[in-house]
């Protein structure tokens, strides 16, 4: 390893890290006999005991629904569904909290939107994506377009993976309706600069019907609640914002840019550490990135490879991510990849490549 990639001693690394990994039990278990070294954080990162202990607070001490409800427990639950909307309303400096609507999960919030502008788009509409989209941010456009007619567009990835703005911007024109566009590739971890865009919740009719998104429900007609309610029919995921909640608080009193140094710092190690092995090849070079190494082996499949990992303890994420079509752009079945969170340290780097080296030696 290079004088750079040491830059920061171990020693100091392991007593930075040493209280942060403290707070995820999930970090302290084994994985077929030896430690586990958990590098697939860009699917799930590990939950820390607080996210955990406020999940509890709310299964335990509150659990009810939210919003209807006449009694103590149910009033808690509200308060802190509530409270997790403000906050979140905060972190994302929204201009107020009826921007902010929960839903079960990203691929139901571009459902919502996609399911939510018919009414908008027609036969001479367009739709434009990039070649880097997640399947989520693809499928939702597409039935879109079969509902109305409309035309998806797609602008390409340049061989570094970054986007390639100039083709973006040449198919920027008045049918334009729509631009969904990743802020980060699932897949490579490039930084795509997206900037901020508002949706228009007021004139957007709702996705789902049922409690909570009505004012007066009659046989002859329905009255809908305002934003945000009015995308949040039935019971919302609560659990989930409450832990939504906890877990920027977590962040927030860490400190993000202290906590996306860390990540920085481990992705340029790792970049350097991987780029040394024969036959590896990184894909998705260009900068910025967020912590996400994904690459392919010569003469190794990915599964393979994260199979021979995962015997070591190492865990990764092998596949096509859900990105069929960025793997046809750079010609590749999947590829492994390694994503990092401010949790995880150097020595982790190292026993994945050294579980690399040990698959190259077996198919070598």
Known sequence: MSAAAETLP????????????????????????????????????????????????????????VHRGLHTRSDQATAAFEGARKRTRAWLNAASAEEIVFTRGATESINLVARCMDKRMGADSEILLTHME????????????????????????????????????????????????????NAMGVINPVAEMRPWLEEM??????????????FDGTR????????????????????LGAAMDYLAAHGLERLAAIEHELLEYAAERLSGIPGLRIIGTAAPKSAVVSFVMKDIHPHDLGTILDHEGV??????????????????????????????TRDEIDRLADGIETARKLFG
């Not at 340049?158 to 049918?175: E, I, P, T, W, Y």
């Not at 009719?205 to 009659?218: A, K, Q, T, W, Y």
């Not at 809908?224 to 832990?243: L, Q, R, S, V």
């Open 10 to 65: 171990r020693p100091a690394q392991a007593t930075r890290i040493t209280d942060l990994r403290a707070d995820f039990p999930a970090l302290a278990t084994q994985v077929n006999g030896k430690p586990l070294a958990y590098l697939d954080n860009a699917a799930s990162t590990q939950r820390p005991q607080a996210v955990m202990d406020a999940l509890r607070r709310y299964e335990v001490e509150m659990h009810a629904n």
């Open 134 to 185: 997640h399947h989520s941010n693809i499928v939702p456009w597409q039935q879109l377009c079969e509902r109305t007619g409309a035309r998806l567009r797609v602008a390409p990835v340049l061989d570094s993976g970054a986007l390639d703005l100039k083709a973006f911007g040449r198919l920027v024109n008045r049918n334009l309706k729509l631009i969904a566009v990743t802020h980060v590739s």
């Open 224 to 243: 809908y609640n305002a934003p945000p309610h009015k995308f949040e029919a039935g019971t919302p995921n609560i659990a989930g914002a409450i832990a």
């Open 315 to 344: 865990a990764i994420r092998a596949g096509h991510h859900c990105a069929m079509p960025l793997m046809d752009r750079f010609g590749v079945p999947g590829t492994s990849r390694a994503s990092f969170a401010f949790y995880n």
């Open 205 to 218: 009719p709702p996705f789902l019907g049922g409690g909570e998104m009505i004012l007066e429900v009659r």
